[in-house]
């Protein structure tokens, strides 16, 4: 089979890469492991409005457009996070955004993809890339273009010799009956060594986890996490572990004809965690891009300067949050003064991939 675009990984990278670079004139085929998309679930489901995300990124356009979510795949809607210190005192920070149905939500990201022309070839593996041919579970594909979405783990990076993202963070989540108070907690100190847990309400239940550093770690991640939700006393369900890329934007993300996107180019804000959004932006810039060099000749390198000026910076100074971050987390003394010390200011410029203190 030949392509022009092959792209590796149909999560919110790879279906919003698709669909920006899909048409009439271009082939795409998007390859998952996956037999179901978007399943198993193995995130938080929170999503920021384009508010928040014009805060945090300011250099961002459009995302009014990019972010068109459909509405059956928002289970709930939240204006405030609460931070929890290691002895419970709550930092109330406004923030808006949407819980997602995370499984809902990447189908429906694939759908506009298909839309706007591409495929989809869904329990397709990619195994190897090999003198320019893909080697897959459903054969040999050739491609002018190749598309590495394909998360932290990389495959794809590791098969054209980009670099993958060095750290990688456990964190477990599932779903929680009940009824929550409509603002997201995030607990800090020794619940969650080096990361948080969290609760994520939505119109029924709540999405309840944990992120750890694993340098941190005495435990298996589980166990903490189980610790957690029996401290909540909630029935829970559908438990999975997966992995955050948390050492920032890797070195390089074009190689020859490859692009590396969302996860698998570090793509997240490592203060936080969130990498939806920042899959989408990265997404759309590597989709036009990749259509400009099959119309114009445009060098794909255009890539990693468009979307380094767009999420770097801020990016950057959500590494450097989550850096000093590791100086206090092993000691819940410690996280208890700096949580003081920073104040609701301070936590609220954290979470925004801003830098906590105005001059560093
Ligand atoms: C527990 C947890 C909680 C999180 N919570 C949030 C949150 O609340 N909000 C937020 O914004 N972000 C959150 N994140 C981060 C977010 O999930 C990711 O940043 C986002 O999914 C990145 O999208 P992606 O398309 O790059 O990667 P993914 O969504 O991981 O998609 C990669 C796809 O590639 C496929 N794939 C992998 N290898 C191959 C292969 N060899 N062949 C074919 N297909 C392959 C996979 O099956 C997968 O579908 C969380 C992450 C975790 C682990």
Known sequence: MEVDVLIVGAGPAGSTTARYCAGRDTSVLMI???REIGQPVQCGEFFPSAKEMYSMFP?????????????GVVVGHVNHIDLVSPRGRTYRCPFEGVA???RSFDKSLVKLAVEAGAELRAGTSLLSVDDGIARTTIGDIGFKVLIGADGPNSRTAREVGLERPLARYPAVTCHA????DPAIKMYF??????GYAWVIPKRKGANIGAGFNPKTLSRHP???????????GVPYRDVTMGFVPLSGPTSRTVGGNTMLVGDAAGHVMSSNGGGIPIAMIAG???GRTVKEHLRGGLPLAEYEPRWRSVLEKPLASSLWTRKLGDLFFPADRRMEFAMRVLGVRGLA????CKKVFYLF
């Open 189 to 194: 100190g020794s619940v969650a060594p080096g």
């Open 284 to 286: 759309r810039i590597a």
């Open 349 to 352: 410029r954290a979470i925004r």
């Open 32 to 34: 998952d492991r996956r």
């Open 100 to 102: 997602l149905d995370r």
């Open 59 to 71: 250099r961002s356009t459009d995302l009014e457009d990019l972010f068109r979510i459909d509405e």
């Open 222 to 232: 589980s166990a903490y996490f189980q610790e957690f939700v029996a401290r909540l």
């Open 177 to 180: 009956e009940g009824n929550f």
